[in-house]
T-cell receptor
Framework: DAGVIQSPRHEVTEMGQEVTLRCKPISGHNSLFWYRQTMMRGLELLIYFNNNVPIDDSGMPEDRFSAKMPNASFSTLKIQPSEPRDSAVYFC?????????????FGPGTRLTVL | GDSVTQMEGPVTLSEEAFLTINCTYTATGYPSLFWYVQYPGEGLQLLLKATKADDKGSNKGFEATYRKETTSFHLEKGSVQVSDSAVYFCASRETSYDKVIFGPGTSLSVIP
C-alpha cells in the first residue's frame, strides 16, 4: 500500500491567496483527519470525517478554513484567503472504523509558507 | 473531556542511556493507548500500542505497559541510540469512531 498521500509537499504563497491541500487516504480506510503542526501550538486536530461525513470541525480556526471529502478516496483542506499565521505543516491521517486497534496512519505532510 | 499529559522536554541523553518518558491519561472509558514517533521532516508513525489494561506494547526496543490503576503508559528503552532522536507523542483513543487525543510531544536528543 502507498500509505496516505498528500500534495503538494511544499507550498509557498502570498498573503491573500487561496491555498488547497489534498489528501488521499489509505484504500479501505473510512476515517480521515486533518492536523496542523507548528512550533508554538504543537499538533492540532482541525477536522475529522467518518464515512465522508464531518464529525468534529471544532478545531477549524476560522471561516477562512474549509474541508471537504467528496468521496472515500479524496479530501481537500482549503484556506481562503491565506495569512502568514497559517504557515505550518498540515498533516492528513486515515484509519479504519473496523480496526479494533484504532491505529491512525499519517501522511508526510504539506509544509505551507504564507509570505 | 479526555486528555493526555506527558513529560515536558526536551530530553537529552547520551548513547546507551536508559530512557523513560512519562505519560498519563484521563478518559471516561477504556481507551486504546499509543506512542507515536516523529522523525525530523516526517509525519507521525506508530511506534507501539496497547488496547487493554496490563497489555505491554513493544517495538524497536521500546516498551510501554497499560496501567489502568495509575492511568499511565510510560515509554521506556534500555539503551538509546542516536537514531532514536525524534519527538515522541503519547495518545489515547476511545474507539475507532473517535478522534485521537495526543499529548504535547516530548523531544528526545541522543548524543554520541
Amino acid at each position: 500500500d502507498a500509505g496516505v498521500i498528500q500534495s503538494p509537499r511544499h507550498e509557498v504563497t502570498e498573503m491573500g491567496q487561496e491555498v488547497t491541500l489534498r489528501c488521499k487516504p489509505i484504500s479501505g480506510h473510512n476515517s480521515l483527519f486533518w492536523y496542523r503542526q507548528t512550533m508554538m501550538r504543537g499538533l492540532e486536530l482541525l477536522i475529522y470525517f467518518n464515512n465522508n461525513v464531518p464529525i468534529d470541525d471544532s478545531g477549524m480556526p476560522e471561516d477562512r478554513f474549509s474541508a471537504k471529502m467528496p468521496n472515500a478516496s479524496f479530501s481537500t483542506l482549503k484556506i481562503q484567503p491565506s495569512e502568514p499565521r497559517d504557515s505550518a505543516v498540515y498533516f492528513c491521517a486515515s484509519s479504519s472504523l473496523a480496526d479494533s486497534t484504532d491505529t491512525q496512519y499519517f501522511g508526510p505532510g504539506t509544509r505551507l509558507t504564507v509570505l | 473531556g479526555d486528555s493526555v499529559t506527558q513529560m515536558e522536554g526536551p530530553v537529552t541523553l547520551s548513547e546507551e542511556a536508559f530512557l523513560t518518558i512519562n505519560c498519563t491519561y484521563t478518559a471516561t472509558g477504556y481507551p486504546s493507548l499509543f506512542w507515536y514517533v516523529q522523525y525530523p521532516g516526517e509525519g507521525l508513525q506508530l511506534l507501539l500500542k496497547a488496547t487493554k489494561a496490563d497489555d505491554k506494547g513493544s517495538n524497536k526496543g521500546f516498551e510501554a505497559t497499560y496501567r489502568k490503576e495509575t492511568t499511565s503508559f510510560h515509554l521506556e528503552k534500555g539503551s538509546v541510540q542516536v537514531s532514536d532522536s525524534a519527538v515522541y507523542f503519547c495518545a489515547s483513543r476511545e474507539t475507532s469512531y473517535d478522534k485521537v487525543i495526543f499529548g504535547p510531544g516530548t523531544s528526545l536528543s541522543v548524543i554520541p
